[in-house]
């Protein structure tokens, strides 16, 4: 038996998230089954679970609407991990400064939404993050930045001095987009390197 994985399919990139979990089990020599998580009830059953990005207030209106928040609020709480990439990231933040959103509050940290521009200013570039052993390319489409931490988060990457990416006990946040980086280094230390 393996492990099951989630990704929440409301919005975003779902099958390039499926893509990368199951290269990152395949690296440490495990099975993984992945899930689609368009309803309550599929949460419960998984080890690990991925957020998407996609537009942050529709995300969060969906999961709420479909009984998945407090099935991520659970998973997160039983210490089992999540992945929540862009807009995931506002989702699962404690505060988006945007009440349009309804946050989960699963990292203590503050993001200011749409940081690095719109659509037409996306860019790639070579981050450090630690726990990685190279330089991760990370795409910033409509990025993110946290602007403020809690005291147990810790700051994983930066970019020109804005925090792009932060793990808080089981959930790692990044502000770009690591399914479309044709590296599963983000998703290992997600899953596997804990």
């Known amino acids: ?6 990704v929440v399919a409301v919005q975003g990139n779902v099958s390039e998230h499926a893509d ?3 290269r990152a089990a395949a690296r440490h020599g495990e099975r993984v089954e992945v899930r689609e998580v368009r309803e309550s009830g599929v949460v419960p059953d998984c080890d690990l679970l991925a957020m998407p990005g996609g537009e942050s207030t529709t995300i969060s209106r969906l999961v709420h609407r479909g009984g998945i928040a407090p099935e991520i609020e659970e998973h997160v ?3 089992k991990p999540l992945l929540a990439t862009c807009a995931g990231l506002i ?3 404690r505060d988006a400064g945007d009440e349009r959103v309804e946050c989960l509050g699963l990292i203590d940290a503050a993001v200011d939404r749409n940081a690095f521009g719109r659509q037409r200013d ?3 570039t070579s981050l450090d993050v630690e726990g990685c052993d190279e330089p991760f390319p990370a795409a910033f489409i409509r990025a993110p930045q946290v ?3 809690g005291e147990g988060v810790e700051v994983l990457a930066e970019h020109d001095g804005r925090i792009v990416a932060v793990r808080d006990g089981p959930v790692v946040g990044t502000a770009f987009h690591p399914e479309l980086a044709g590296s599963s280094g983000i998703h ?3 899953f596997f390197e804990q």
Not at 1 to 6: F, K, S, T, V
């Open 1 to 6: 038996m393996g492990l099951i994985a989630g």
């Open 20 to 22: 990368a979990i199951e």
């Open 77 to 79: 709480a039983a210490g």
């Open 91 to 93: 989702v699962a933040a």
């Open 122 to 124: 996306s860019f790639e």
């Open 147 to 149: 602007t403020e931490v």
């Open 188 to 190: 290992d230390l997600a």
